[in-house]
């Protein structure tokens, strides 16, 4: 399969490109000429794949699931991202990033991050290769998820609450990229998603890329086949979807479904159902859909899963939606609760309420009875306990 | 083609004073009283920021002006409805300033054409890069001879400095120290590399911006180039003391 590249100005059609104040041009620039050398150099690569291996766990399991094929009448596997260390598939990204900046001379690592996901994985990558850390949160998320901002603190990292806008995920990117434009030279900003100017979606998505290089190895040693007929995963900025459809991306025999969280509805006014409710624009320094008003202003998003609640999305997929190479669904919070329980009952997993989309997806499908389905477990509950006792109690 | 931008900088070399506000702010029809009093206060060149809800080259203090006009009801229809009849009364330059998103969804061309139309005689967007404007920009731009202002700062290479120089006929707006709006950063240290650009004896001029505050820095700034544009510490200075012609004469009197 030929590789899934952008252009060399970073575009993906007309989607992606690298919108970005002179005052980072420089730093960009410098970035886009030589990731490429530096991540594809052998002496990386090894370096790398050892981390991934010793480290953080990798191949993760892909897991046949008994109980949910009976349930769907087809065979359902579960790529499990969820047991990476730190608990979801952000490190793959972040220790290929942080190997490269340290590569790049930099010393200091700076990173947004709305659930805490990201932000924990950069910290713990920092703490490892030892590179000071400063995470930029919402102050509305700092308040959510409480764990994670103690996690990242005894990580070792500075965690600094967003207060702009509307002081959660878009606005702690904002003032991360702030934060880059004051200190161009010695920051290395680690973004956690297919998102950015080039060359941050094309990077992220070749970090990512392992999830469906193991899927590919694993399913043919367990199917005799490397192409199921689905690969589902959950779309808030796009990495761990990005991660799974990668080297499926031109394979006629496989559909990827791309889910987006509706929130309480696609026509609720709360929703973070970018790619069906989207118009082009350009957001944190790439062309793509987002969620804005008539006049141009970007509309906050509401989704039950805070990693999935951005309002734009890669541009990459942007890309994928149009020229129809993925299909696009949404979820419910409450649908995705369901598909949570349900995991949890009859497998013993909880997932992540994130991935829990991408599970709750199909039930919206019909199956035929020797169907292959990946869904992509992008990461664990456990960050989502307050959340579901919640609902449990509520029962 | 020439507009009020050229004329402005060929009939004034040196200490030409631009002030930034942002529009719809503080309240929603004050937009057309702050550039009439600045016009009265005899400042050179006036840039009015269209409010943006992730404006990332600026600091807190346009931030939250832009919020608030936001909150307002503030658009980019409203503000050029608000400026419809601006060359019956004000005849100094005005360039708007904003982010790309809001004019791509108000339309590139449709967005220049109405500029023209209404007298706007520039455009500052610090996240439009150099091959977007060439590609999608600067053919309407000279077709409707709205001047597009480029930035550049200590980290833009001389080659790059040039090609902006080439590419773009205004003035070129050189960011005093790499940051955000309103940063304290010092300015002395920055000095070298404006005395370096000041060197290059480009064909547009220069205004330096971006933390220039004060007498002081408004003075230093200039021995290097035309002028200087302040925003920040004017936003704050309307902030405590008003917007009417006292104020803000008061404020253009302790610059210069």
Not at chain 1, 125 to 150: S, W, Y
Not at chain 2, 130 to 145: G, I, Q, T, V, W
Request: glycine share 8%; net charge negative; with cysteine.
């Amino acid at each position: 399969m030929k590789e899934f590249n952008p252009n060399k100005q970073g575009y993906y059609g007309e989607y992606g490109g690298a919108f970005i104040p002179e005052m980072l041009y420089n730093n960009v620039a410098d970035l886009q000429e030589n990731y490429l050398d530096i991540i594809q150099s052998d002496s990386f690569k090894q370096e790398l794949e050892k981390l991934l291996k010793d480290y953080v766990g990798r191949p993760t399991p892909l897991f046949y699931s008994v109980n949910l094929s009976k349930k769907y009448n087809a065979k359902i596997y579960l790529k499990r991202e969820d047991l990476n260390h730190t608990g979801a598939h952000k490190i793959n990204n972040t220790i290929g990033q942080v190997l490269l900046a340290k590569r790049l001379g930099k010393k200091r690592i700076i990173a947004e991050t709305g659930a805490g996901q990201h932000g924990v994985a950069t910290a713990t990558t920092c703490a490892l290769l030892n590179l000071e850390c400063t995470v930029f949160m919402g102050a509305h998320d700092i308040e959510r998820q409480k764990p994670n901002v103690e996690r990242m603190k005894m990580l070792g990292a500075t965690v600094i609450a967003a207060e702009s806008g509307s002081k959660t995920l878009k606005d702690a990117t904002n003032e991360a990229i702030r934060e880059w434009i004051n200190n161009p030279q010695e920051t290395y900003y680690v973004i956690g998603s297919v998102v950015g100017p080039h060359p941050y979606p094309d990077m992220v998505a070749k970090f990512q890329s392992i999830i469906s290089k193991e899927i590919k190895d694993q399913l043919l040693e367990q199917e005799g086949t490397a192409n199921p007929d689905y690969v589902i995963a959950c779309v808030g900025g796009g990495s761990n979807a990005m991660g799974a459809f990668y080297h499926f991306i031109d394979n006629q025999h496989t559909q990827l479904i791309a889910v987006e969280a509706a929130g309480k509805g696609i026509n609720s006014g709360q929703t973070a159902a970018t790619i069906a409710l989207g118009k082009q624009g350009i957001i944190h320094g790439s062309k793509t859909y987002l969620i804005q008003t008539n006049d141009g202003q970007i509309i906050e998003p509401y989704s039950i899963s805070a990693g999935l609640d951005y309002p734009g999305i890669g541009p990459a997929h942007a890309y994928l939606r149009d020229t129809g190479k993925i299909q696009v669904g949404s979820i419910t919070d409450e649908e995705a609760i369901h598909a949570a329980f349900e995991l949890t009952r009859i497998d013993g997993i909880i997932p992540a309420l994130e991935s829990a989309h991408a599970l709750a997806y199909l039930n919206k499908m019909e199956l035929k009875e020797n169907d292959i389905v990946i869904v992509n477990l992008s990461g664990r509950g456990d960050k989502d306990m307050i959340t579901y006792s919640k609902y449990f109690n509520h029962e | 083609m020439n507009n009020r931008i050229n004329t402005l900088f060929e009939t004034k070399k040196s200490n030409i004073l631009s002030i930034y506000f942002t529009a719809g702010y503080p309240a929603l029809e004050d937009t057309m009283t702050i550039l009439k009093n600045l016009d009265t206060a005899g400042v050179d060149l006036v840039e009015i920021g269209i409010p943006f809800s992730d404006p990332l080259a600026d600091g807190p203090v346009i931030q939250n002006s832009s919020e608030q006009a936001l909150r307002n009801g503030m658009t980019v229809a409203k503000l050029f409805d608000q400026l419809e009849n601006i060359r019956q009364t004000v005849h100094i330059p005005i360039i708007l300033m904003g982010y790309l998103n809001p004019v791509m969804r108000y339309g590139i061309e449709a967005f220049i054409a109405k500029c023209s139309e209404i007298g706007i005689d520039g455009i500052i967007l610090p996240d439009l890069p150099m091959d977007y404007y060439l590609s999608h920009f600067k053919a309407p731009c000279e077709r409707y001879n709205v001047k597009n202002i480029m930035l550049i700062s200590n980290d833009t290479s001389i080659k790059r400095v040039r090609e902006i120089d080439e590419q773009t006929n205004g003035f070129i707006y050189l960011v005093s120290s790499n940051g955000t709006t309103g940063s304290n950063k010092s300015l002395e240290t920055q000095q070298d590399y404006y005395k370096h650009i000041q060197g290059l004896e480009l064909k547009n001029p220069i205004l330096i911006g971006f933390g220039v505050r004060d007498k002081q820095t408004y003075e230093l700034t200039n021995q290097y180039s035309s002028g200087a544009i302040i925003g920040t510490a004017f936003m704050k200075h309307i902030n405590e003391q008003g917007i009417d012609v006292s104020s803000i004469q008061s404020f253009i009197n302790s610059i210069r």
